[in-house]
């Protein structure tokens, strides 16, 4: 390049002496000084760039080599005025405040997750025995259910009580021995009461817990565990007016409302949805059969009396049941026409026809009927 730039210079200098001594230049060499002049133009222009290039890439502003090396170079699009400087440093001093501000919030979240993977570590190894969130029974073993696991509390206390009742083996006496002071002062002991269940007056006698719920805010987990609470509480108000105590059933039927009522107030967020979940609207038929339940028993509703509130409060208890039926749906085979009810459609059917079936036939009673035989050879009654 510089040695470009010399012969470049040579030139100019022996045109400058060809004019100096009077001999005018021709056409030609004057197109000839024009194109050196341009030649030494661009010759300056490039070793500026190279040089500016240089420096640079001494600085580290551009990449060494490549395609986007100058694509990358920083360009002045307008002029270096005062104005200019100022504006570009302060748009460095606001992008200098916003990479703080970041690098602040990926701190306070490192911190964050650092406690988060402490706290999931710690409960790791704590290893404190929980409930089972599902309680489901091995192959071949009977579903567990209220009755099995009240005939087993039952069997339990028997055995108890028949253990403390039996004398030790080698306490007994011997079959044929001669009665001494050793065994004639063995008394029988007497026979000692059953334990009774103590619990207090109203509160059911619940199974063993199935889960834990640690404040949970999900409506249909709250519900489920209201309506089953509720339903508890209504076996034990039946079983309580059918021994005789009227009052104590009363108590326990309105704390069994109360719990259900809940469990719609829990729902109701679900169930304002365009088309509400199954299991919601499943979990509401069944809450509202338990409340239709609970007014013929305690309430006195019935179709003879009350025919037209009875009616209301049937169709109520079936509209959750008919909404699933009608929409779940599924085809059957290549037609798109022939359709039938999924699982969720299947199970809104059964619950509406052993609803309907209840209503019907609920108040029968075979030992009324048997009863009321007179049999041949019996006297008239």
Same mark, same amino acid.
């Given at each position: 390049?510089?040695?470009?730039?010399?012969?470049?210079?040579?030139?100019?200098?022996?045109?400058?002496?060809?004019?100096?001594?009077?001999?005018?230049?021709?056409?030609?060499?004057?197109?000839?000084?024009?194109?050196?002049?341009?030649?030494?133009?661009?010759?300056k222009a490039e070793a500026e760039r190279l040089l500016e290039q240089r420096l640079r890439h001494d600085l580290g502003l551009i990449p060494s080599a490549g395609d986007a090396a100058a694509e990358k170079i920083f360009k002045l699009t307008t002029p270096a005025?005062?104005?200019?400087?100022?504006?570009?440093?302060?748009?460095?001093?606001?992008?200098?405040?916003?990479? !703080?501000?970041?690098? $602040?919030?990926? !701190?306070?979240?490192?911190?964050?997750?650092?406690?988060?993977?402490?706290?999931?570590?710690?409960? @790791?190894?704590?290893?404190?025995?929980?409930?089972?969130?599902?309680?489901?029974?091995?192959?071949?073993?009977?579903?567990?259910?209220?009755?099995?696991?009240?005939?087993?509390?039952? $069997?339990?206390?028997?055995? /108890?009580?028949?253990?403390?009742?039996?004398?030790?083996?080698?306490?007994?006496?011997?079959? /044929?021995?001669?009665?001494?002071?050793?065994?004639?002062?063995?008394?029988?002991?007497?026979?000692?009461?059953?334990?009774?269940?103590?619990?207090?007056?109203? @509160?059911?006698?619940?199974?063993?817990?199935?889960?834990?719920?640690h404040a949970s805010n999900d409506p249909r987990r709250i519900a489920q565990a209201l309506f089953k609470a509720g339903q508890q509480l209504a076996d034990e108000a039946q079983a309580t007016a059918a021994a005789g105590d009227e009052t104590r059933a009363g108590?326990?039927?309105?704390?069994?409302?109360?719990?259900?009522?809940?469990?719609?107030?829990?729902?109701?967020?679900?169930?304002?949805?365009?088309?509400?979940?199954?299991?919601?609207?499943?979990?509401?038929?069944?809450?509202?059969?338990?409340?239709?339940?609970?007014?013929?028993?305690?309430? /006195?509703?019935?179709?003879?009396?009350?025919?037209?509130?009875?009616?209301?409060?049937?169709?109520?208890?079936?509209?959750?049941?008919?909404?699933?039926?009608?929409?779940?749906?599924?085809?059957?085979?290549?037609?798109?026409?022939?359709?039938?009810?999924?699982?969720?459609?299947?199970?809104?059917?059964?619950?509406?026809?052993?609803?309907?079936?209840?209503?019907?036939?609920?108040?029968?009673?075979?030992?009324?009927?048997?009863?009321?035989?007179?049999?041949?050879?019996?006297? @008239?009654?």
């Amino acid at each position: 390049m510089i040695r470009v730039h010399g012969t470049f210079v040579a030139a100019l200098a022996l045109a400058a002496a060809a004019v100096a001594q009077g001999q005018g230049p021709s056409r030609s060499d004057a197109a000839e000084m024009q194109r050196v002049e341009r030649m030494l133009q661009q010759s300056k222009a490039e070793a500026e760039r190279l040089l500016e290039q240089r420096l640079r890439h001494d600085l580290g502003l551009i990449p060494s080599a490549g395609d986007a090396a100058a694509e990358k170079i920083f360009k002045l699009t307008t002029p270096a005025t005062s104005e200019a400087v100022d504006r570009l440093q302060l748009e460095l001093r606001e992008e200098e405040s916003a990479t !703080a501000l970041m690098r $602040e919030s990926y !701190a306070k979240l490192r911190a964050t997750v650092e406690q988060a993977q402490a706290d999931a570590a710690a409960k @790791a190894a704590d290893n404190t025995p929980l409930h089972p969130l599902l309680a489901v029974p091995s192959a071949g073993r009977p579903v567990p259910t209220r009755a099995s696991q009240a005939r087993r509390e039952t $069997e339990a206390a028997l055995a /108890g009580a028949h253990a403390s009742t039996t004398p030790h083996p080698a306490e007994a006496p011997l079959v /044929g021995a001669a009665p001494n002071a050793s065994n004639t002062s063995l008394t029988p002991a007497a026979p000692s009461k059953l334990p009774t269940p103590s619990v207090t007056d109203g @509160a059911p006698l619940l199974e063993p817990p199935q889960a834990q719920i640690h404040a949970s805010n999900d409506p249909r987990r709250i519900a489920q565990a209201l309506f089953k609470a509720g339903q508890q509480l209504a076996d034990e108000a039946q079983a309580t007016a059918a021994a005789g105590d009227e009052t104590r059933a009363g108590a326990l039927a309105a704390r069994s409302t109360e719990r259900l009522r809940r469990a719609l107030d829990a729902l109701a967020p679900l169930l304002r949805a365009q088309e509400p979940a199954f299991d919601a609207l499943f979990c509401q038929g069944r809450t509202l059969e338990l409340l239709f339940r609970h007014s013929e028993r305690f309430e /006195g509703l019935n179709f003879a009396s009350s025919r037209s509130e009875w009616q209301k409060r049937e169709q109520e208890v079936r509209k959750p049941w008919l909404q699933i039926a009608a929409r779940d749906k599924q085809a059957v085979g290549a037609s798109s026409k022939d359709e039938e009810a999924g699982p969720w459609g299947r199970a809104a059917q059964a619950a509406v026809a052993h609803f309907d079936w209840t209503n019907l036939y609920g108040a029968y009673d075979a030992r009324k009927a048997i009863e009321a035989i007179t049999w041949p050879g019996a006297p @008239a009654k």
